[in-house]
């Protein structure tokens, strides 16, 4: 039997959980980076020697030098977001070359955030998603209906212009009859298309058998996901959901890899609650809590700048993402936001018209008209930002972190309490 030595990253709530600082922190240790979904609509902030960089695409793992870093085929991928952070990696001194991308990974074009936005804006206000308007889903229903343009198709002039005409066909139709707008011109997409493919070429690569030669080869993988389990295009509050599997599942169909690869499941768990765009959010705080959350924690979208939706810690919802993706390793981010709030609520059960749900309810219409039940922890008032062993903590703070293990059936393996990549207590996370 091979040695196991893959491990998944994976949003336990509905993302913005400090995915990107739990990478960056395990970079040392780790030989490829991988990222198996989504696209720019997930944007993931690294801190180092008060530096920050946001990705929105490429791995966390690019600040590793000579690292391999693997963008996947369940990815779709925007062009001229990936040229502009590589281009912007590289003014910093941050050498590229270990970068390969995945010829099947999907690509999103122009026409894809076009219609992403009119297709909210024309939503009525109950229906609005939230959606960034980077062209995610419009990108992934092409893929759907096979009728999509991979990466690959960008890499050969007649090939990308036998594809896109008919495209870009069907799309002027929908936005000239549907939406009463100009018809895209051709030219317009197609030559910065052709650039894009040349651009894009010296990193195509054939990603699946790059993984499995690393897997039989002993490296140390992490795969690392974007947004949450919550918004799981199956298993989240659908339709507020993104369009790709995010939680553990997903990582598989993304890259190629299989599920008896795998050594662990790493579920990143904020101390608090926060959300994203629209949807049911039961433990939203509405009130003094909510927004002081949100000033402390720097609650503000990554890739959007909106502010993020703030409330208590949501058990209920925790032991469902676990479940789901099987965790059995924690990873708790900014517990240092929790300092000076005061008492502290977590939500054990929700309440429905007066019947008590100790389940993550399947039907999101039960979800919007729940009312959180809440047990109070006793708080901590001491800066914890200079901690870096677990005694160091306050005990209040301890019981806060042990509370959550019990309840999860997890440990808690690491703890950040700032958002440094050097304020954190690794309590056998690299183990």
């Known amino acids: 039997m091979k040695n196991k030595n893959v491990d998944l990253l994976v949003g336990a709530q509905w993302g913005d959980e400090g995915k990107g600082k739990v990478v960056d922190l395990l970079g040392a240790d780790v030989d490829v980076f991988v990222r198996s979904q989504g696209g720019a609509n997930a944007g993931h902030t690294v801190i180092v020697d008060g530096q920050k960089v946001v990705f929105h695409l490429l791995p966390s793992g690019m600040l590793y030098p000579g690292k391999l870093c693997v963008l996947g085929n369940g990815l779709v991928i925007d062009p001229e977001q990936f040229l502009k952070e590589t281009a912007e990696l590289e003014s910093r001194g941050q050498a590229c070359a270990r970068l390969a991308v995945s010829p099947h990974a999907h690509v999103v074009m122009p026409y894809h955030k076009l219609l992403d936005r009119l297709q909210e804006q024309a939503r009525s206000k109950s229906r609005k998603i939230g959606t960034t308007g980077r062209g995610i889903g419009p990108c992934y229903v092409d893929k759907y209906t096979r009728c999509g343009l991979r990466i690959e198709d960008l890499l050969d002039a007649d090939v990308l212009r036998e594809r896109l005409?008919?495209?870009?066909?069907?799309?002027?139709?929908?936005?000239?009859?549907?939406?009463?707008?100009?018809?895209?011109?051709?030219?317009?997409?197609?030559?910065?298309?052709?650039?894009?493919?040349?651009?894009?070429?010296?990193?195509?690569?054939?990603?699946?058998?790059?993984?499995?030669?690393?897997?039989?080869?002993?490296?140390?993988?992490?795969?690392?996901?974007?947004?949450?389990?919550?918004?799981?295009?199956?298993?989240?509050?659908?339709?507020?959901?993104?369009?790709?599997?995010?939680?553990?599942?997903?990582?598989?169909?993304?890259?190629?890899?299989?599920?008896?690869?795998?050594?662990?499941?790493?579920?990143?768990?904020?101390?608090?609650?926060?959300?994203?765009?629209?949807?049911?959010?039961?433990?939203?705080?509405?009130?003094?809590?909510?927004?002081?959350?949100?000033?402390?924690?720097?609650?503000?979208?990554?890739?959007?700048?909106?502010?993020?939706?703030?409330?208590?810690?949501?058990?209920?919802?925790?032991?469902?993402?676990?479940?789901?993706?099987?965790?059995?390793?924690?990873?708790?981010?900014?517990?240092?936001?929790?300092?000076?709030?005061?008492?502290?609520?977590?939500?054990?059960?929700?309440?429905?018209?007066?019947?008590?749900?100790?389940?993550?309810?399947?039907?999101?219409?039960?979800?919007?008209?729940?009312?959180?039940?809440?047990?109070?922890?006793?708080?901590?008032?001491?800066?914890?930002?200079?901690?870096?062993?677990?005694?160091?903590?306050?005990?209040?703070?301890?019981?806060?972190?042990r509370y959550i293990e019990r309840e999860l059936n997890a440990p808690v393996k690491l703890v950040a309490v700032g958002p440094d990549r050097a304020q954190t207590i690794d309590r056998g996370m690299r183990d």
Request: negative net charge; hydrophobic residues 35%; proline residues 6%.
């Open 165 to 401: 005409v008919p495209l870009l066909e069907e799309k002027n139709q929908i936005l000239t009859h549907l939406y009463n707008e100009k018809p895209l011109p051709f030219d317009e997409i197609y030559e910065p298309a052709r650039e894009w493919g040349k651009a894009l070429a010296p990193y195509v690569d054939d990603t699946m058998t790059l993984l499995r030669k690393a897997v039989d080869g002993g490296q140390h993988i992490l795969l690392e996901g974007a947004q949450a389990a919550l918004l799981d295009i199956d298993h989240g509050t659908y339709p507020y959901v993104t369009s790709s599997s995010t939680c553990a599942a997903g990582a598989f169909t993304g890259t190629g890899l299989a599920p008896n690869d795998l050594k662990r499941i790493i579920s990143v768990v904020k101390a608090y609650t926060t959300r994203v765009g629209e949807g049911p959010m039961p433990t939203e705080d509405l009130g003094d809590d909510g927004e002081k959350l949100r000033q402390q924690g720097g609650e503000f979208g990554a890739t959007t700048g909106r502010p993020r939706r703030c409330g208590w810690l949501d058990m209920v919802g925790l032991k469902y993402a676990t479940a789901l993706n099987g965790a059995d390793t924690i990873a708790l981010t900014k517990l240092d936001v929790l300092t000076g709030m005061g008492p502290i609520k977590v939500c054990v059960a929700y309440d429905h018209n007066g019947t008590r749900l100790d389940r993550y309810p399947t039907d999101t219409r039960v979800l919007e008209e729940v009312k959180p039940i809440y047990e109070t922890l006793p708080g901590w008032t001491e800066d914890i930002s200079g901690c870096r062993k677990f005694e160091e903590l306050p005990a209040a703070a301890q019981d806060y972190v």
